[in-house]
C-alpha cells in the first residue's frame, strides 16, 4: 500500500493511492497516520479495505508529511562507506545514532525555511524507515518483522550549528521544515529489499547525490537490531538510515544552499520530493 496525507497544513485527511494512482479518501476509516494508527496491526485493518468502494479525491491539492506526528525522530550518521570517505572520517564501528527534533517533520513539497543566522545549510536523501511495532532487543534476522513500511527523506542540516557550534549533532537537524518526510508510507510488503534501492538528489536540476543502498555500512536490520539494544522503539517512530555521497559539505570548494534552490528527491519506489528554498523571515 501507498500511503499519504493530503490537504492544508493542519487539516490533512488520510488517503490510499489505488492501481490507478488515484488518491482515495481513508478518513472514515483511519483518523490520521500517526503512533498506533501506523502499527502493524493498524496497517493490516486497512489492508481488508476495498479501495475501489473509497471517494476518489479529485484534486488532493497539497501532499503533507506522510506521518502526521512522530514519537522520535531518529537519524543514522556516516551510513554510507561513499559519504564516510568525502568528509574524510572513518568509517564508524557501530551505527553513529542521534535524534532530530519531532518539530522538524515537514511536507515533502512544502518550502524549505534556510535556518536565521545559517551559512551551512545541506541536503541529504535518505531512505526513511517507520516501526510497526514495539521493538526492544530484537535480533538482527527478526529486526524487518517490526517494519511498519519506508517513506523518502530529506535529512536537512545546518553544518555550522551541528559542527561548529559544540553539544550534539541536533542542533544542526533541526530547524523547521528540515524534515521533509514523504510523499508515501509505502508498507514494507511493497519492497522486497531495502538494501537495493536506488537514491538520489537534484540540486537545481543538476544530479548530485546518486547511489544505492548497497552502499551503506550498516543495514536496515543492522540499525534496528543495535537502536533496540540501547532504547525501546515505538510504532511510528522514524528512522533517517543515512545519506550517500554528494553533500555539499563534501564538495571541493563547499557549496550550500541559498534561497531559490530547488532539490528533487527520490528514493526508488518511495515517490519523490521537491522543495524550494526560502530564507527565514523574522
Known sequence: MKLL?????????????DANGAVRDLSAHVR????????LDALDAVRKIDVNSLPVVENPGRIGSCLATVPNFFCVGLNYAKHAEETGAEPPKEPIIFSKASSALSGPFDPVI????????DWEVELGVVIGKTCS?????????YVAGYCTINDMSERSFQIERGGQWIKGKSAP?????GPYLVTADEVADPQNLNVSLKLNGETVQDSNTNDMIFTVAQIISHMSQFMELQAGDIIATG???GVGMGMKPQRFLKPGDTMEIT?????????VTQAYVG
Do not use: C, H, M, W
Open 114 to 121: 534556510i535556518p536565521k543566522g545559517s551559512e551551512k545549510s
Open 267 to 275: 528514493v526508488e519506489g518511495l515517490g519523490t520530493q521537491k522543495q
Open 32 to 39: 490520521d497516520f500517526a503512533g498506533e494508527a501506523v502499527s
Open 137 to 145: 532487543y530484537v535480533s538482527e534476522a527478526d529486526a524487518l518483522d
Open 177 to 181: 521544515t528540515f524534515g521533509p518526510v
Open 243 to 245: 545519506t550517500p555521497s
Open 5 to 17: 496525507r493530503y490537504g492544508n497544513k493542519g487539516t490533512e485527511k488520510p488517503g490510499i493511492l
